[in-house]
């Protein structure tokens, strides 16, 4: 995944842009940058590999470093970003979050063309951010650039750029990943998550349509391209990555969890199972709200058997290799023996993908002498790997648990019945979960529905992605 933040301003606004882009630190874990405007200095740019520091530690004394009263940062999962560009449109700053299937064919397309050549990578790859710049430099405005940018590109491509004196801003086409504009007695704000700009004394102003392309000043902003009509937001906004305090479509995160693990434990509860437990628990940090609002709803006490320590490893996705991600997971988990030994304990993810690291975690809870470990998914199976957006490591559709087991259990046939298995209601639903609670050491578990994901959330169902679980993108 990755995010983005800018500023605009009557005065420097580096600050800003730093603390903002800081706040975006959950949604990537390989690289951060800032590019700022001023008329002194004129363009500038910093970024740095941030897989073993945070951020705030990469950038410390960047505004001693930077000035401008306009800025642009990003948090990046892929590839160094903001570029600086200079084009036909003039000089800028580009920011990209999102996924390009069809990069190859697009850099042949425009290298074809000739009297033009891209800076290669490790690998001979080109960076996804330039590729997008050069689909924007091939048109006569910004605005052009950016709409047939994110016509040409198979994927998500949301895109901020930084001008001299403005701001332009591109919600991707389908509006997965959100776009908000805050406003402050100097100045505007752009943003992917909609809290980074309140600490900094910016009030909500607007949210970008699907497709819609803004250009934002210090006075104001205007749209240049209209918003359409067809939008599929990404869910796992909701129950996985976004952050809590943030808002989406006007639908705030931690209160649509705390309603999705309701719905689990009204699910439970008219089913008749595992009412007979000692506590309710989330798998930290993202699966917490879902559990507060289970425990809330059946009555179960709340508690927190294990503790995870971060002071040192705040984020256990932080190592590149999978093997390290699962040891850092494994050694942030302290136990609170008291209420683990011989204590049956329901825990709520926020989602089962590959499964790996919720084994572990299992393993942990009986080796501390849990009596039993009933598991909820405060989301339906995932039978398909997102193809949209970049937030999934998965480069096999079989690294994924339902896919897994359904060929364990039936072969190449499951896949003609996958809404089956995701139904806990049917046979093939119910031999599903059985075979992942023997796998990974489950006593009981249970998914939520897509039905019961969707009311949770509360908008309407075609104007949310569901495609990880049902396929419809």
């Not at 405007?37 to 740019?45: C, N, P, T």
Request: hydrophobic fraction near 35%; include cysteine.
């Amino acid at each position: 995944m990755g995010g983005f933040f800018g500023a605009i301003s009557k005065h420097d606004c580096v600050l800003d842009v730093f603390f903002g882009t800081d706040y975006h630190s959950h949604l990537g874990t390989r690289r951060g940058g800032m590019a700022a405007y001023g008329a002194e200095d004129g363009f500038q740019r910093d970024i740095h590999n941030i897989e073993n520091s945070p951020f705030r530690t990469k950038f410390d004394g960047v505004t001693e470093e930077m000035s401008g009263n306009v800025c642009i940062g990003c948090i990046s999962d892929t590839d160094p970003q903001p570029l600086l560009v200079r084009s036909g449109l003039g000089t800028y700053a580009i920011c990209v979050v999102g996924i390009i299937h069809n990069a190859e064919d697009l850099i042949g397309r425009i290298l074809d063309k000739g009297g033009y050549h891209f800076e290669a990578m490790t690998g001979g790859k080109v960076n996804g951010t330039e590729l997008v710049a050069a689909l924007i430099s091939q048109k006569d405005s910004f605005a052009e650039g950016i709409r047939y940018a994110q016509n040409a590109v198979q994927g998500t491509a949301s895109i901020l750029i930084m001008t001299e004196d403005a701001l332009y801003a591109g919600r991707d086409f389908y509006g997965r990943l959100p776009i908000h504009i805050g406003k402050s007695e100097d100045g505007h704000s752009v943003s992917f998550e909609s809290f980074a700009y309140q600490k900094l004394g910016y009030h909500d102003e607007y949210e970008l349509g699907p497709g819609e392309v803004v250009k934002i000043t210090a006075d104001s902003y205007e749209t240049l391209c209209e918003a359409g009509n067809e939008m599929k937001i990404c869910a796992f906004l909701w129950t996985y990555y976004g952050y809590p305090n943030s808002n989406y479509e006007g639908v705030n995160v931690e209160v649509m969890r705390n309603r999705n693990g309701k719905i689990l434990a009204k699910t439970d509860k008219e089913k008749g199972n595992s009412m007979d437990i000692d506590y309710v628990s989330g798998v930290p940090d993202s699966g917490t709200p879902h559990a507060i609002g289970y425990a809330n709803e059946s009555g179960i006490p709340f508690a927190r058997p294990f503790i995870k320590y971060t002071p040192t490893w705040p984020r256990s996705f932080m190592p590149t290799s999978q093997q390290e991600r699962n040891k850092v997971a494994k050694m942030k988990q302290i136990p609170v023996h008291e209420l683990i030994n011989g204590k049956k304990l329901l825990f709520v993810d926020d989602s089962i993908v590959r499964g790996t690291q919720l084994r572990e975690t299992v393993e942990f809870l009986y080796e501390n002498g849990a009596k039993e470990v009933h598991i909820r998914s405060a989301c339906p199976p995932i039978m398909y790997g997102c193809k949209y957006l970049n937030f999934s490591r998965s480069t096999s559709e079989m690294e994924l648990i339902a896919r897994r087991t359904i060929m364990e259990l039936e072969g190449e046939e499951g896949l003609e019945h996958l809404d089956e298995y995701a139904d806990g209601n049917t046979e093939r639903g119910k031999k599903m979960r059985e075979k992942i609670c023997e796998s990974l050491h489950f006593t009981t578990l249970e998914y939520q529905s897509l039905e019961g994901l969707i009311e949770s959330i509360g908008i309407d169902p075609c104007k949310v992605c569901t495609y990880c679980w049902n396929g419809k993108g």
